[in-house]
Structures are given as structure tokens and as C-alpha cells.
């Protein structure tokens, strides 16, 4: 394994020259021979080094919990459209079936940029390629190699091109995918096995529809909490919404907000690089809905509903604690159902840490978890396969953090936050 300029081992990037296979799993084709000659794609080739990384650092003593990892459920399109039950979308999405290139369906509104084609992990065009364990589902299979490799013991997993389908200009569709993908995935996926898991995606363009939702699936195998895609335009403090919060907030579990991009949004078009609209529009949506979620009280009236903010980074929780607590200062009139300041509210919040910005300076980071007080709100998160994912020695290898800290992050926080009954039998790390 390579090291970094500080010295530590690299944390991530893959070395094409080698391959170290795991010895209890079949050895599987090399990086280099995958990317340049177009052989067979294996999950086990991609991430041999981070097998080599979870072994060095004996991730096998502790659990891991990986609460923010992605499939891509448009490989799996002629499965979920089959429980569309609206006939007539259910007939539009089997005939416009998905892109091989892209993975995209066309009743799923696509992102503009080159994310997809580019990266780390080649995300479409050899993915089909796989062989599955034999008698298992595709995703099963394919998830529980990831875990293994990477040494963690629970993964949260999440649709990716139904990131996108909060901007679909029919609202039903959004309810129909959304019910469809939840029956798949709690009868298909998570009920095969308990080391997998989600937070529901939820049709947040109908508040009712989205209760529904809850009071159909949310006690469904694997089910761990809700989540909300960020990109859309509905103001999450609306009064239509209350009635949802109570739901979930009634379950116990968290309601999440995952962070994506839209070059289309009209303040991102004036961005002419995509690496511009990546590092802004993730950040961008949570921000606006984390302000006002604070700003108009909703957790003085929910205090006992947990919010958590996905994959939009830590960089920018500093800033908009320090922003909004002078604003209000200045103004608290226009927030009277506060009883403290915004950043005593965001500091209770939870976060996950991809994409977590740290090229080297250990100070600002080390003040950033201060501030948020991450070893009790912050969790470990992979954003697995995409291509800027994080590996769990990325909060291992922080110069500044206890041993007690580094398993709060890595796997503590999502235990107790989640309600995972842990075992610790680490089957997931030991099964070939």
C-alpha cells in the first residue's frame, strides 16, 4: 500500500498494478485487467485494497456501520416495475426500460454532468458484467462482497437514480416508484438479510402519500428510519408536512435528508465546470432545509423526532452555525419558537461523513467535529460505489481521535441511533 505525503497509509485510491485477494473468498480479476481490457467486473477486484486496509487495521474487533451506500435499483428496473400499481405507469416504465450506458430509466428525471461515466469505480458500463453468488439476489450478492471487503458489519443502502426524482413534474409517478421501490425492496432485499438495511425513500411532493408510506412499510424488515432527496423545491417547514413528521416521529426512527446535485437549478447554471456544481449543489439543498427546519421551530415541536443530514459533507456546518446564530442575534423577533440558538440545534442533529473534506489540515477539521460535536452526532458513511467513496480508515486514520471515538463514528453512533441489535458475531466480515 502506498502512503500520502503525511506519511499514513492512502486511504482509498485504488493501485492498479496489484491485487490482493481476501483468502477466504474466490480470487477475483484484476483492477488493471477490468479497466483496460473489458474482463469480467468483480466487486471482490475493485476493492482488494480495501480488504488489505480493513486487515491492517483489525476493522474485524469492533463493528462498522456503514449508514450511507448506494445499489443502483435500475439494474434491478424489471423487478420494481412489476409492483408499479398504477397500470398505466407501470406499463410506461417497462416500455421505456433503462439506458445501458447510464443505468438511467426514463421514468426518472437524469442528471446533467459526467459523474456517470467517469470516477474510481466504473459505475454502469461493466457492472452488468458481475456473476452473482448463485441462489442469492443480485443486489444481496453484490452489497454483501462491498461489505466484506471494505470490514463493515451494517450498511444502510440507498436507490441512486431515484435521487433525481424529486424534480419529476408528476407527482404521481414519484408515489408510484416510491411504493413500488419499498415493496421490492423490503420483500427482495432486506428481508435476505439482516446486515442490510435503509431509510425508506419517501414521496415527499404528497405529504399524504408519504404517510401512507410510514404506515405501510415502516415496520417492514430492515427498515431503519426515512429519508427524504433533497433536491426538490417543497419548503420542509410547510404545514402540509406535520402531519408526516408526527408519523415517523411516532416509529422512533430518523428521518433523513440525502443531499445530491442539479446543474439545472438556475443559480448552478451559471457553473461551467461540473467539478463546480458537484462541490456546491450537494451542500446547497441541505443548507436551505436545515435553515429552515431550524429557523421556523420544528424541533421545539418535534423534539423527539431525530434529523440527520446525508452525503452533503461536514465543511459547511461550521459555517452556517456561525451564520445563522448572528443572524439571529440580530433578528430573533422573525424565529420566536426558539429556545436557543440555531447552532445549539444543529449541534443535535446528526450527520454522516462523505464526502468529509480533509486535505491536510488536521486543525480544521479537528474544530469542525468540535463544533458539531461529532463524536456523538457524526457516523461513518461510505457513499460506496460511487466514485468519490470513502472508506472507513478515512475516520480510522484522523490523527486527532480517540480509539473511543473512532468506534463511535465508525459504527457506536448508528448502533443507538438505528436501534441495531448487535451481535457482534461479524459474520458479514468472516463469510466467503
Given amino acids: 500500500m502506498g502512503r500520502d505525503t503525511t506519511g499514513r497509509p492512502e486511504t482509498g485510491w485504488l493501485e492498479e498494478e496489484e491485487f490482493v485477494p481476501r483468502e477466504e473468498m474466490p480470487a477475483a480479476p484484476p483492477v488493471r485487467a477490468v479497466r483496460e481490457s473489458g474482463d469480467e467486473f468483480d466487486t471482490r477486484g ?3 485494497h480495501a480488504a488489505r486496509q480493513a486487515e491492517e487495521r483489525n476493522f474485524r474487533d469492533f463493528t462498522i456501520v456503514d449508514v450511507d451506500a ?7 428496473w424489471a423487478e420494481i416495475t412489476e409492483y408499479i400499481e398504477d397500470p398505466v405507469i407501470r406499463h410506461l416504465a417497462q416500455m421505456g426500460g433503462v439506458s445501458r450506458l447510464t443505468g438511467q430509466s426514463s421514468l426518472i428525471p437524469s442528471q446533467v454532468g459526467n459523474q456517470d461515466i467517469a470516477g474510481r469505480v466504473s459505475r454502469y458500463r461493466l457492472r452488468g458484467s458481475e456473476k452473482i453468488d448463485e441462489g442469492v439476489h443480485r443486489d444481496v450478492s453484490i452489497i454483501k462482497r462491498a461489505m466484506r471487503m471494505m470490514g463493515i458489519d451494517y450498511q444502510l443502502v440507498f436507490p441512486t437514480p431515484m ?7 408528476q407527482v404521481e409517478v ?10 421490492w425492496m423490503t420483500e427482495n432485499v432486506l428481508s435476505a438479510d439482516p446486515s442490510i438495511k435503509t431509510m425508506l425513500y419517501l414521496p415527499f411532493n404528497d405529504p399524504a402519500a408519504s404517510v401512507k408510506l410510514v404506515e405501510d412499510f415502516g415496520d417492514g424488515p430492515g427498515i431503519v428510519g426515512f429519508m427524504v432527496t433533497s433536491v426538490r423545491y417543497r419548503p420542509v417547514h410547510h404545514r402540509d408536512y406535520m402531519k408526516l413528521y408526527t408519523a415517523i416521529e411516532e416509529t422512533g426512527m430518523p428521518l433523513g435528508f440525502h443531499a445530491a446535485y442539479n446543474w439545472q437549478e438556475r443559480s448552478m447554471e451559471q457553473l461551467n465546470k461540473f467539478i463546480s456544481v458537484h462541490a456546491l449543489g450537494f451542500p446547497f439543498y441541505n443548507m436551505v432545509h436545515l435553515t429552515n427546519w431550524v429557523i421556523n421551530g ?5 423534539p423527539s423526532l431525530p434529523v440527520m443530514w446525508i452525503e452533503s459533507g461536514l465543511a459547511w456546518i461550521p459555517f452556517l452555525m456561525q451564520r445563522l446564530d448572528d443572524e439571529y442575534m440580530m433578528r430573533s423577533s422573525e424565529a420566536p419558537s426558539l429556545t436557543k440558538r440555531p447552532s445549539e440545534y444543529m449541534r443535535e442533529f446528526y450527520y454522516t461523513s462523505q464526502p468529509m473534506e480533509f486535505t491536510g489540515n488536521a486543525d480544521a477539521l479537528r474544530v469542525t467535529f ?4 461529532a463524536e456523538s452526532q457524526l457516523m461513518y458513511s461510505s457513499d460506496y460505489p460511487h466514485w468519490d467513496f470513502d472508506l472507513p480508515s478515512k475516520i480510522y486514520d484522523l490523527p486527532f481521535l480517540s480509539e473511543e471515538a473512532r468506534r463511535k463514528i465508525l459504527g457506536g453512533n448508528a448502533l443507538k441511533l438505528f436501534d441495531i441489535d448487535d451481535d457482534k458475531t461479524s459474520a458479514t ?3 466467503s
Fill in 163 to 169: 435521487l433525481n426524482l424529486g424534480m419529476h413534474p
Fill in 46 to 48: 475493485v476493492l482488494a
Fill in 70 to 76: 448506494h445499489h443502483y435499483e435500475t439494474e434491478s
Fill in 174 to 183: 414519484e408515489v408510484a416508484v416510491a411504493r413500488a421501490y419499498a415493496r
Fill in 370 to 373: 468540535e463544533m458539531m460535536d
Fill in 298 to 302: 420544528i424541533p421545539e415541536r418535534f
Fill in 429 to 431: 466480515k468472516t463469510d
